[in-house]
């Protein structure tokens, strides 16, 4: 996926979102999303590269727990045949929940 398709994907939410990170004081309310490209795996053999999986990590953060939100998004990734890995976490210096998707596209 390319950097436009995976921007219309998170269009689809319908939830505010930005790559890696809000600009200070623009944050919006949540639930809002993240996404950004940690690294990439890449196979080969040979000193020659044939594939290269490029990992997307959506961040999805709530204030309070939302089922509803999460199997939008959930839905939304499906659709485009996104295989994924979900975590929670509470982090409690922001007050905020958060929902990890890891992907690779």
Known sequence: ??????HEMMQETGLP?????FAEGESPQPPFLL???PGEH????????YHSFKQLDIE???DKK???VEERVEEILRQHHI???KTEA???SERLYEVLYETEV
Not at 1 to 6: A, G, L, N, Q, R
Not at 17 to 21: D, G, I, R, T
Not at 42 to 49: E, H, S, V
């Open 1 to 6: 996926m390319t950097y436009e398709e995976i």
């Open 17 to 21: 979102f930005a790559y890696h990170h």
């Open 35 to 37: 996404f950004l490209s």
């Open 42 to 49: 890449a196979f080969g053999a040979d000193n020659t590269m």
């Open 60 to 62: 999805l953060y709530a």
């Open 66 to 68: 939302s089922p509803e």
């Open 83 to 85: 295989f994924y890995n």
């Open 90 to 92: 509470w982090i409690e």
